[in-house]
């Protein structure tokens, strides 16, 4: 079994900071790419950052400059600092990702999500 746990989200006001956290655990060989998405009341899920193994990173343009992603050393856990929140970053924010499982042959790689994080942004 692989689990990804989220934790950090909350109720914050306008220009202010948020971290997310996400541990993977289980029956895990390797985790390659980790990411957040988010996804708010009546929207489509969307990327927010992404982050490889060899910690190359990629932002939605909407977050660059205020969300920073990044990885623990073991590489099991992946982070988003988010900075100047505005009202718009209200959404369920979800960690996935890409997980080699022990029980699986080499090179599949499977993609698991974690169960979500309120954020709520107030004026």
């Known amino acids: 079994q692989v689990q990804l746990v989220e934790s950090g989200g909350g109720l914050v006001q306008a220009g202010g900071s948020l971290r997310l956290s996400c541990a993977a655990s289980?029956?895990?060989?390797?985790?390659?790419?980790m990411g957040w998405y988010r996804q708010a009341p009546g929207k489509q899920r969307e990327l927010v950052a992404t982050?490889?193994?060899?910690?190359?990173?990629n932002y939605a343009d909407f977050v660059k400059g205020r969300f920073t992603i990044s990885r623990g050393n073991a590489k099991n856990t992946v982070y988003l600092q988010m900075n100047s929140l505005k009202p718009g970053d209200t959404a369920v924010y979800s960690c996935?990702?890409?997980?080699?499982?022990?029980?699986?042959?080499?090179?599949?790689?499977?993609?698991?999500w974690g169960q979500g994080t309120q954020v709520t942004v107030s004026s």
């Open positions: 982050i490889t193994r060899g910690d190359r990173t």
């Open positions: 996935d990702a890409e997980i080699h499982p022990l029980q699986e042959r080499v090179g599949v790689v499977l993609p698991y």
């Open positions: 289980g029956s895990i060989f390797s985790i390659h790419a």
